[in-house]
């Protein structure tokens, strides 16, 4: 597994944008699948958005039409492009990945703080 280490967050206004990055400590490039999931306050951990290897991509029905996951192989980087902003999306922000479709997910992250307040 890689390490994995995201940074990005902050504190927006609703209807901001923020755009997280999860850079790895090698390359992606055959990793089966890498996520984005956050954790709200009080709240269990959610997968927010995911990417295959192949580019294809699921989303959470709460960040549809919002948020867009991204890969660049060659920078060993996934990013989670975040618009309109709302405070539901306060939440502590973590990446992950399967290698293989078989193999559980890595170990977590410290994460990215992202929290919406006017």
């Known amino acids: 597994q890689v390490h994995l280490v995201e940074s990005g967050g902050g504190l927006v206004q609703p209807g901001g944008s923020l755009r997280l990055s999860c850079a790895a400590s090698?390359?992606?490039?055959?990793?089966?699948?890498m996520y984005w999931y956050r954790q709200a306050p009080g709240k269990e951990r959610g997968l927010v958005a995911a990417i295959t290897s192949k580019g294809t991509t699921t989303y959470a029905d709460s960040v549809k039409g919002r948020f867009t996951i991204s890969r660049d192989n060659a920078k060993n980087t996934v990013y989670l492009q975040m618009n309109s902003l709302q405070p539901e999306d306060t939440a502590v922000y973590y990446c992950?990945?399967?290698?293989?479709?078989?193999?559980?997910?890595?170990?977590w992250g410290q994460g990215t703080q992202v929290s919406v307040s006017s």
């Open positions: 090698g390359s992606i490039s055959s990793i089966f699948v």
């Open positions: 992950n990945s399967r290698l293989n479709p078989w193999d559980a997910l890595g170990d």
